[in-house]
C-alpha cells in the first residue's frame, strides 16, 4: 500500500543554522505535498505545501523542494529560530483522492 | 475565522465504556477527516467524509469504531467497549474540496486527548 518515510525522527540544531528534513513516497500517482509543524497540545498547522507540477516553493525561512523521478520531497528551514521548535510532519495525497498519508514526523529542537 | 473545533478536550473512561467525540469542522469546508495519534507517533488515518459520497472507512481498526457525519457539517467519532490500546490523541480536520484548482489543504482541530483506564 500507500508508504511515506520520513527522516530524521528527532533533529537538533543550533539556532540560526539550517534544517532539512526528507520524505519519500511510494505512490506514482501523488501529486500533493503538504508539511505540517505541530507544537505541544496543539493540532498540526499547515505550513507549506507543494504539488507535483512545480520543483520547489518558498515561503520565507521555509522552502520545499520535490523530486519526482526519485518520489521524494524534502522540507528546508533556513536561520532557524527556538520558535520552529516542534515535531513536523509530511504528506502525500494522490490525484482524485482526499486520503493523506502522512510521515512519522520529525521532532526539531533549535537550542539556542 | 472560527477554526475547526473538537470536544471534549480530555476524556479518560473506563475500559469498556462507550465514547463519543464530536468536531466541528470549519464552515463551507466539505471535505473531513478523522485521524488517530498515539503518544510520540504519526498520523494514523481513520476515516474521511465528502460531501454526500460514501465515506471511506478503509483506516478504521476494528468495528468498535464508527463515525457519521450529519448534515455535511458536525461529525461524532464512536468507539464501543474501549479498550486501553484506545489511548490516543483523535484529530478531526476539514478541508475544502478539490474543484476549483484547490489543493484541498486540511485544517486541524486541536485534538481530543482519549485515557483508556
Known amino acids: 500500500g500507500e508508504n511515506v518515510e520520513q527522516h530524521p525522527s528527532t533533529l537538533s540544531v543550533q539556532e540560526g543554522d539550517s534544517a532539512v528534513i526528507k520524505c519519500t513516497y511510494s505512490?506514482?500517482?501523488?501529486?500533493?505535498f503538504p508539511w505540517y509543524k505541530q507544537e505541544l497540545g496543539k493540532g498540526p498547522q499547515l505550513i507549506i505545501d507543494?504539488?507535483?507540477?512545480?520543483g520547489e516553493k518558498k515561503d520565507q525561512r521555509i522552502a520545499v523542494t520535490l523530486n519526482k523521478t526519485a518520489k521524494h520531497f524534502s522540507l528546508h528551514i533556513t536561520e532557524t529560530q527556538p520558535e520552529d521548535s516542534a515535531v513536523y510532519f509530511c504528506a502525500a495525497r494522490s490525484f482524485g483522492t482526499y486520503k493523506y498519508i502522512f510521515g512519522t514526523g520529525t521532532r526539531l529542537k533549535v537550542l539556542a | 475565522g472560527a477554526g475547526v473545533s473538537q470536544s471534549p478536550s480530555n476524556k479518560v473512561t473506563e475500559k469498556g465504556k462507550d465514547v463519543e467525540l464530536r468536531c466541528d469542522p470549519i464552515s463551507g469546508h466539505t471535505a473531513l477527516y478523522w485521524y488517530r495519534q498515539s503518544l510520540g507517533q504519526g498520523l494514523e488515518f481513520l476515516i474521511y467524509?465528502?460531501?454526500?459520497?460514501?465515506?471511506?472507512k478503509s483506516g478504521l481498526p476494528s468495528d468498535r469504531f464508527s463515525a457519521e457525519r450529519t448534515g455535511g457539517s458536525v461529525s461524532t467519532l464512536t468507539i464501543q467497549r474501549t479498550q486501553q490500546e484506545d489511548s490516543a490523541v483523535y484529530l478531526c480536520?476539514?478541508?475544502f474540496g478539490l474543484g476549483g484548482g484547490g489543493a484541498g489543504e486540511q485544517y486541524f482541530g486541536p485534538g481530543t486527548r482519549l485515557t483508556v483506564t
Open positions: 505512490d506514482s500517482a501523488s501529486n500533493y
Open positions: 480536520a476539514s478541508s
Open positions: 467524509f465528502q460531501g454526500n459520497s460514501a465515506p471511506d
Open positions: 507543494i504539488r507535483s507540477n512545480v
